[in-house]
């Protein structure tokens, strides 16, 4: 922590007994000072690092209990399972098996991702090897994973269990996705007369021009990931687009001029962008908005699909996606048209 240095003044009683000197707070200290500040280091050592790593590792043993967050996942399950004949028996068990290994996986990773910390904590606790630097360190780590556990123990948003009796597959009549919310996207690049706002969640047109682009600036290769946002405002008439397009592509206003869009007007014509062209009505498209609307989008890679949902009219809409025309990864990208529409991503 500290070395052996030539005479210099105390930094607390300013006598010219400074012979120790701190490499973390670059500080000298006559041996009484320089003792009661190891002191003083070793309680704030046990105050931020060690206790945060304490209640972090219960935290994370809560997940050792499948039941804990995802009681109500269990729940649909055994009243799926009393609806249905008896096959959906080996499905339920399929089922859970599936849900308690992603789980396990989630653990694992937190777990693995602790382990080099509780290492070095150890470590530099029996050798009393540590200045302000490593405290701060050290807690910043353990923050970062308080931060995922944290949101693995909220009521349960990130997986689903999906079934369908129309046509039933034995194999994949229930099963677990990991869905993840994407609470943390924002909007990124723009192309015309917008302003963003609000840690960058809120984009608002603010000039005459008719065409303004903006993207977001999560990139989406694989899985299914669901983003929600909200219609807070329109200028003239309710008028804009949404949906999805290559990361590779350039950015254009009008969005109908890159080839690799796909997504929905938000306008009367009820107007449906496919690979840069727009077909009116497609797939029943209707559009029934208004100010305060909240739009779920699912965008599932895997099934090179997206949709969304508005949920005060429940309506959905479902759009495939052609990677050859629109290759992942894939962005969120909005168009506004008149002065004061805004967008907030929720």
């Keep these: 922590m500290a070395t052996a240095a030539e005479s210099n003044l105390c930094s607390v009683c300013t006598k010219p007994l400074g012979k120790y000197f701190c490499t973390g707070c670059k500080k000298y200290f006559c041996p009484k000072d320089f003792k009661e500040h190891e002191q003083q280091l070793s309680i704030k050592f046990d105050n931020e690092v060690v206790r945060s790593h304490d209640e972090l590792l219960v935290q994370i043993q809560k997940l050792e209990k499948a039941n804990h967050f995802s009681s109500d ?44 910390i509780a290492k070095e904590i150890r470590s530099r606790r029996e050798e009393e090897c540590f200045v302000e630097n490593d405290i701060d360190r050290l807690r910043k780590k353990i923050g970062d994973i308080q931060r995922t556990v944290e949101q693995l123990n909220r009521k349960d948003t990130t997986k689903s269990i999906i079934f369908d009796n129309d046509q039933i597959d034995w194999n994949r009549i229930i099963y677990i996705r990991d869905e993840q919310q994407y609470s943390d996207n924002t909007f990124g690049s723009i192309h015309g007369s917008l302003n963003l706002s609000d840690n960058k969640r809120v984009v608002t047109k603010t000039g005459n021009d008719e065409h303004a682009t903006c993207r977001c600036t999560s990139l989406f290769d694989c899985g299914t990931h669901t983003l929600r946002f909200a219609l807070e405002q329109h200028g003239a008439s309710l008028f804009f687009f949404f949906g999805v397009l290559s990361s590779t592509a350039p950015q254009t206003a009008p969005y109908q001029t890159a080839k690799s869009v796909y997504g929905w007007q938000v306008w009367t014509q009820n107007g449906v962008v496919l690979d840069g062209s727009t077909q009116k009505g497609f797939g029943g498209y209707t559009c029934k908005y208004q100010k305060g609307d909240i739009i779920s989008c699912v965008i599932d890679c895997d099934k090179r699909k997206i949709r969304h949902t508005n949920e005060r009219t429940k309506n959905t809409f479902e759009l495939d996606v052609d990677v050859g025309k629109c290759a992942l990864p894939w962005q969120l990208l909005f168009e506004l048209y008149y002065p004061n529409d805004c967008v907030r991503l929720l």
């Excluded at 269990?74 to 399972?81: G, L, M, P, S, V």
């Excluded at 249905?84 to 080996?90: L, R, Y």
């Design 73 to 116: 996942l269990f729940i649909q399950i055994e009243q799926w399972k009393k609806t249905t004949i008896n096959k959906v028996e080996k499905a339920a068990e399929r089922a859970r098996h599936e849900l308690g290994e992603l789980i396990d996986k989630q653990r694992m990773t937190i777990t693995k991702q602790l382990e080099p």
